[in-house]
């Protein structure tokens, strides 16, 4: 069946350093992909999504690729801040879109 | 206005109770959906509805019964509370279409004591 694999966290990093969250999936047919956050004591909201092969999605400094030849949908930002610390979501929609799989998340936190 | 209302957000009960979470959502969307968020943040699908029709169950106990009375609202009944049921519960929204987005509400933190 359709999986998600990401990078296991925490991931801890200074303010302004870079950061790549690694996600690989697992589907058949062809897949729309999204990365989501959850902050602290709320609910998940989109972040960035690509819906075919070599799409980027961005949003707020932050991009992702998606790339049907290695399967994977990377997460990277050239400068985090301390407000992006958050749990980041990477998750996948099938083709007929009643279910969205999501990876086991991973936990960022930024340093001042 | 909240896209994707639930209620209650804090719910503290003891086992064997019975018990009942709600959710509206105002997007107009066709399709909702309950998670289930574990201790390590782990998220898993328990229920999907697109227009008042369940599509997907993912193997979730009996005593857990979703009811959607129209296409805007979708609720959880919990019966015999377990300690094991203890999690957020998130309600969720979106058109069927692959390409859209999932919209989240808040959460339901759910304690069973």
């Known amino acids: 069946g359709d999986s998600v694999t990401q990078m296991e966290g925490p991931v801890t990093l200074s303010e302004e350093a870079c950061l790549t969250i690694?996600?690989?999936?697992?589907?058949?047919?062809?897949?729309?992909l999204f990365w989501y956050v959850q902050y602290p004591g709320e609910g998940l909201q989109l972040l960035l999504k690509?819906?075919?092969?070599?799409d980027k999605g961005s949003n707020k400094g932050f991009e992702a690729t998606y790339r049907k030849e290695t399967t994977s949908f990377h997460l990277e930002k050239g400068s985090v801040q301390v407000s992006d610390s958050a749990v980041y979501f990477c998750?996948?929609?099938?083709?007929?879109?009643?279910?969205?799989?999501f990876g086991a998340g991973t936990r960022l936190f930024v340093k001042a | 206005d909240t896209a994707v209302s639930q209620t209650p957000k804090y719910l503290v009960t003891q086992m064997g109770n019975d018990k009942s979470i709600k959710c509206e959502q105002n997007?107009?969307?066709?399709?909702m959906y309950w998670y289930k968020q574990d201790s390590k943040k782990f998220l898993k699908i328990m229920f999907s509805?697109?227009?008042?029709?369940?599509?997907i169950n993912e193997t979730v106990p009996n005593r857990f019964s979703p009811k959607s009375p129209d296409k805007a609202h979708l609720n959880l009944h919990i019966n015999s509370l377990e300690l094991g049921d203890s999690a957020v519960y998130f309600c969720?929204?979106?058109?069927?279409?692959?390409?859209?987005?999932?919209?989240f509400g808040e959460g339901s933190w759910l304690t069973v004591v």
């Open positions: 690509a819906t075919k092969a070599d």
């Open positions: 969720a929204s979106s058109l069927q279409d692959s390409g859209n987005t999932i919209y």
């Open positions: 998750a996948l929609r099938s083709t007929g879109g009643f279910k969205t799989i």
């Open positions: 997007l107009g969307h066709d399709t």
């Open positions: 509805y697109n227009n008042k029709e369940l599509i």
């Open positions: 690694n996600c690989t999936y697992t589907a058949t047919g062809y897949p729309s």
